[in-house]
């Protein structure tokens, strides 16, 4: 079984650019998250995606992070414009349903290393 | 609002040691706890899950703890070896699959 996919796997950016993160869940996995890990700390929950509708984007920076799963299965994260402080890895995870008192262990990808210069 | 915290955040051991992680949390209405490895560079690689009617998981010279009512769980590690060195992190899972994680304890098992 393949696992989480995610693409690319380093990048380095300037201040106020864009960037744009991809990842493909585990197929049949309905549920797909996007995490941001800065050094030297635990992940962070961003937002959680039930097939292509958002469960929770609370620590969403809304005004300059973005997410989308249109089709249920693929997704992207995109930050526009990047701040220093931006500079993490950001990792995708997917699970699959099995109800809310389900075991719906999440699953990584390897994750994306951003620098903002 | 669910805090974890890991304890030490750094630890350096000789090899063959047996050692002990420890994480702790605020709120106990988790569903499972989960010990995660994180190798320099790599994502997330599940060790443990422990369901919250659960006491402990083992897994080959891995053996998890929960106490559920306390907040506090721990990782044993029996007779360290230099490749078990990483990052290990706990989280705990609340309502709505929602993990919160550690800080991390950075590992280095010294040959």
């Known amino acids: 079984e393949a696992g989480v996919a995610q693409s690319p796997r380093y990048k380095i950016i300037e201040k106020r650019q864009s960037v744009a993160f991809w990842c493909n869940p585990i197929s049949g996995h309905a549920t797909l998250y996007w995490y941001q890990q800065i050094l030297g700390q635990g992940p962070k929950l961003l937002i959680q995606?039930?097939?292509?509708?958002?469960?929770?984007d609370s620590q969403l920076p809304k005004d300059r992070f973005s997410a989308e799963r249109l089709k249920g299965v693929d997704s992207t994260l995109k930050i526009q414009p990047a701040k220093l402080e931006d500079s993490a890895v950001y990792l995708c995870a997917s699970s699959p349903y099995r109800g809310a008192s389900g075991n719906n262990e999440q699953f990584f990808g390897p994750g994306t290393r951003l620098t903002v210069l | 609002k669910q805090e974890v915290t890991q304890i030490p955040a750094a630890l350096s051991v000789p090899e063959g040691e047996n050692l002990v992680l420890n994480c702790s949390f605020t709120d106990s209405a988790i569903y499972n706890l989960q010990w995660f490895r994180q190798d320099p560079g790599k994502g997330l690689t599940s060790l443990l899950l422990i369901q919250s009617s659960q006491r402990e998981q083992t897994s080959g010279r891995l053996n998890a703890s929960l106490d559920k009512s306390s907040g506090r769980s721990t990782l044993y590690i029996a007779a360290s070896q230099p490749g078990d060195s990483a990052t290990y992190l706990c989280a705990v899972r609340l309502a709505g699959n929602m993990l919160t994680f550690g800080g991390g304890t950075r590992l280095m098992v010294k040959p």
């Open positions: 995606f039930q097939n292509n509708g958002v469960v929770d």
